[in-house]
């Protein structure tokens, strides 16, 4: 079985090979999402609604180092990657010179994901094309937080009750999360007339009475899942239940298109050709499908001109939706199949049939 040691060398070497093909001296990678990829699952963060982290990697030719100050040192060494071979340089918060600190290390062309140095050139796009194909290791750990962001979903849907708000099943599908040590980076619900009119609904004072979607992106180890339920009290209208079944459809042609070496335009084309044969064309106009995941919430979104080929052991997360209902989980684009790292947990299910294949999705839960 690979070690964490072994994980990060490989991920050395991406990241050096990068530098031969760019000719550029360092790269200075700054954010969050590309600090937990190359030290195999830390963690940088100290504001959780920042895309960037409190300590720099700078990985040369020869070495790789991680910058920051005294308050963050003690921690990243004692916590985060003090088994790694990482070099750590620091100063006084109140004196902290970055730039000096880099000069030290390197000099010459710097290629970075954010804005430091000032003076480097921001490739942050071909940088994370390093992490799109993921090791063992990651899918592993990438496992884990989808089965644990699926359980959440399921205990938040079987416990939450008519006159509760949109605040208190967030906090109730949040504290689970946590419970576990993940983070809600994504936490979407809304109830009743809410869901057909908001694709990002963020949690308000509003009430439910009859119907509730949950919506979450679970991160532990840098890894972001996106997966989506709903709920329902009571008779489930035939209206809503036509509709899911829709989308359920539409999901199945999502995921079984994604096949390594498979244009991402060809998989959304295909995706939207079934909107239109469930009898939804348009609705695919009113939210983003989806696109490539894994250490940020999506790498890109998906459209009928991607550029983009989907890798072996790369992550997606599509989110088709028609108004009032959506269906959403992450999957893996592995070699032999498309693998559901979010699986629901005790959920029902529906079966649904696409081009000779079957796969379960999950239904609206009615209580």
Not at 171 to 178: C, I
């Amino acid at each position: 079985m690979m070690t964490r040691q072994q994980e990060v060398g490989i991920k050395l070497q991406r990241v050096r090979d990068f530098l031969e093909r760019n000719e550029v001296a360092a790269v200075a990678l700054t954010t969050q999402a590309n600090f937990a990829w190359l030290t195999g699952g830390s963690d940088n963060h100290v504001v959780t609604a920042s895309e960037g982290g409190v300590g720099y990697i700078v990985v040369t030719a020869t070495g790789q180092h991680i910058v920051t100050n005294n308050i963050e040192a003690p921690r990243l060494e004692d916590e985060e990657v003090g088994e790694l071979p990482f070099e750590i340089h620091y100063m006084n918060w109140h004196e902290q010179n970055r730039e000096a600190m880099l000069s030290q290390i390197v000099s010459g062309t710097v290629a970075t994901d954010g804005s430091w140095p000032a003076v480097a050139t921001n490739m942050a796009e071909e940088i994370a094309r390093l992490r799109w194909r993921l090791l063992e290791p990651e899918i592993e750990r990438y496992k884990e937080v989808g089965q644990a962001a699926s359980q959440a979903l399921t205990e938040t849907g079987q416990e939450m009750e008519p006159g509760m708000s949109e605040h208190q099943i967030g906090a109730l599908l949040a504290g689970k999360l946590l419970a576990v040590g993940i983070t809600p980076a994504v936490l979407l619900i809304a109830v009743d007339e809410r869901i057909y009119k908001y694709r990002h609904p963020i949690p308000t004072d509003n009430t439910l009475a009859r119907q509730a979607e949950l919506v979450v992106g679970a991160r532990k180890w840098g890894l972001g899942v996106s997966a989506t339920r709903l709920v329902h009290f009571g008779e489930l209208p035939a209206e809503l239940a036509d509709k899911h079944a829709a989308v359920c459809q539409i999901d199945a042609a999502f995921i079984l298109e994604t096949r390594p070496d498979t244009p991402v335009k060809d998989i959304f084309r295909k995706a939207t050709k079934a909107y239109q044969e469930t009898g939804y064309a348009d609705e695919w106009h009113l939210h983003h499908q989806g696109g490539g995941t894994g250490y940020a919430p999506r790498d890109y979104i998906a459209g009928l001109d991607s550029p983009e080929v989907v890798r072996e052991d790369q992550a997606f997360a599509w989110n088709p939706s028609i108004t009032g209902t959506k269906s959403e989980d992450t999957i893996i684009a592995r070699a032999d199949q498309t693998q559901i790292i979010s699986p629901a947990a005790a959920w029902p299910m529906r079966e649904i049939e696409y081009q000779g294949q079957k796969i379960a999705r999950p239904d609206i839960l009615v209580r």
